[in-house]
């Protein structure tokens, strides 16, 4: 019988994937360094050689950013990628320590089921694709229905120049008919051994409950914090180059510049100088409708959109030379919009009495929205940058670097990726920015080298044939705890 409903057909489909992903993986398995190595190179090379191609598509589809941009963005996600998991030894025997005895062996998790966003479909699907080939792993590719034309496009390309490198059949999977129906099959499958999710709070909730193993990362809210001694023209300009990338579809973006009373004059100042828009509060009233929905979550409409766009939508003129909307606030919240994360050229402004009063501000931000996730820090005082890396909940405290680039690893010595772990804190099973070592498993084999006899050297009651330790004993054990405690 012919299936006519889409929820249906989307679920067979999704479960034929699988089987196929499961398969192929089992030859991935078999597979040597050098075999794994030639098929993530043909993938980063087609990623590379459509880069332009993807990034019409991915534009014209989702409207969202900025062609430029997402070129870039696919060039990131293949090329510098590569480059960062090139040498990597992810097959087989990965280490050995021959002062331990120890023996690490690289075990490829299975098929990952990997979630993919609207607002950098391409360049995930091309990053995703070779972490989980470099582990040895088969993929599974769930698009988000407002990216699939570009999303299907992009597994297609690399799925051929996976397969003319010797990739078996099936390794790439892509859901053609995608529905929420099949991405929970996809998420909750037994076949499935791993899950890649990137995308909404939601979303990713909803992988960590699957039943299986996930990797989530969800909403990023990181504010900024310009300090006194920091070069206030450079910290604007990244902040703006960072907000203005791709229009900020960039969950690593700054959502918020937190400054001092004191600085708040000279940073208004150049914020304006370098196309800053400081909204008065009937402009600021109007934008905040249309930040958020009514249940709370972020507005698509604003997302990855121009600030003539912004504009007009919420019906306030604002300059043609205008980069960045920006709304003064001091609340954070559920009913203050300016503190939530605004994938869009928008920013909130905290003005805050002391430095105490901005680290306070910054953890509240965090904790509200955004916990684990990403801060920005503009500062030339380096035990300023320590005490704010001490007491920030961020897995990845940026300095003096545009954040959305910096989180990335583009402009910062992080590792290049565009999964970004948020830790504990954050709800996330990683801090890392995830890599082909995040879809590994490591067994051990680990030689022996001590005997029991040796273990009970020094333990009391051990020596020879008393039953109690003498006082001489018992002091000489002592000095040695406290000598290896202190």
């Excluded at 993530?40 to 990623?47: R, Y």
């Excluded at 929970?184 to 990713?204: H, P, R």
């Excluded at 005490?387 to 300095?399: D, E, K, N, Y």
């Amino acid at each position: 019988m012919e299936l006519l409903d889409k929820d249906l057909v989307s679920i067979q489909e999704v479960r034929g994937l699988l089987k196929k992903a499961y398969e192929a993986q089992k030859i991935l398995a078999t597979f040597s360094q050098e075999q794994i190595d030639r098929i993530v190179k043909a993938i980063a090379d087609a990623g590379y050689a459509n880069a332009v191609k993807l990034a019409k598509m991915a534009n014209e589809e989702t409207g969202f950013g900025i062609l430029q941009d997402k070129v870039i963005k696919n060039v990131f996600g293949s090329k510098v990628v590569y480059e960062a998991i090139k040498d990597e030894k992810t097959i087989g025997i990965i280490s050995q320590d021959s002062a331990h005895k120890t023996m690490d062996i690289a075990v490829p998790m299975g098929v990952v089921a990997a979630v993919i966003p609207s607002t950098n479909p391409t360049s995930t699907v091309i990053y995703k694709a070779m972490i989980s080939l470099k582990a040895g792993n088969s993929i599974v590719i769930s698009p988000h229905p407002g990216a699939k034309n570009a999303i299907v496009e992009t597994a297609r390309i690399i799925t051929e120049a996976a397969e003319a490198a010797g990739c078996p059949k099936g390794a790439i999977g892509v859901i053609t008919v995608p529905t929420m129906q099949a991405t929970q099959e996809l998420m909750k499958s037994n076949y499935t051994s791993i899950i890649l999710a990137t995308g909404g709070s939601a979303m990713v909730k909803s992988a960590y409950s699957s039943g299986n193993p996930a990797i989530g990362v969800g909403a990023g809210n990181g504010p900024a914090f310009i300090d006194k001694s920091a070069d206030v023209k450079m910290a604007v300009k990244r902040i703006f180059d960072s907000k203005t990338f791709d229009n900020g579809t960039i969950c690593a973006s700054e959502q918020s510049i937190i400054v001092e009373k004191c600085m708040e004059e000279k940073v208004v100042a150049e914020l304006k100088a370098q196309g800053g828009y400081l909204l008065d509060q009937d402009q600021s009233d109007k934008l905040a409708k249309f930040i958020l929905r009514a249940n709370g979550s972020m507005n698509p409409a604003i997302v990855g959109k121009s600030v003539e766009h912004i504009a007009k939508l919420a019906g306030i003129r604002v300059p043609s030379d205008a980069r960045v909307l920006i709304a003064k606030e001091s609340k954070v919240g559920h009913d203050a919009p300016y503190s939530r994360e605004k994938l869009a050229p928008i920013l909130a402004l905290f003005v805050e009495e002391n430095i105490d009063a901005v680290l306070e501000k910054s953890i509240e931000i965090l904790k509200f929205e955004g916990m684990g996730h990403t801060f920005s820090m503009h500062a030339n005082d380096t035990e300023l940058v320590k005490r704010f890396g001490l007491r920030i909940p961020a897995s990845r405290i940026l300095i003096n670097t545009p954040g959305a680039l910096g989180g990335v690893g583009a402009t910062t010595g992080l590792f290049p990726a565009l999964t970004l772990g948020c830790g504990a804190v954050g709800g996330s099973s990683t801090s890392n920015n995830i890599g082909p070592m995040d879809l590994i498993n490591i067994k051990r084999v680990a030689y022996g080298t001590k005997e029991l006899e040796e273990l009970k050297v020094g333990v009391p009651g051990q020596e020879g044939n008393c039953c109690e330790p003498s006082s001489y004993m018992i002091d000489e054990i002592v000095k040695k705890i406290m000598k290896e405690l202190i």
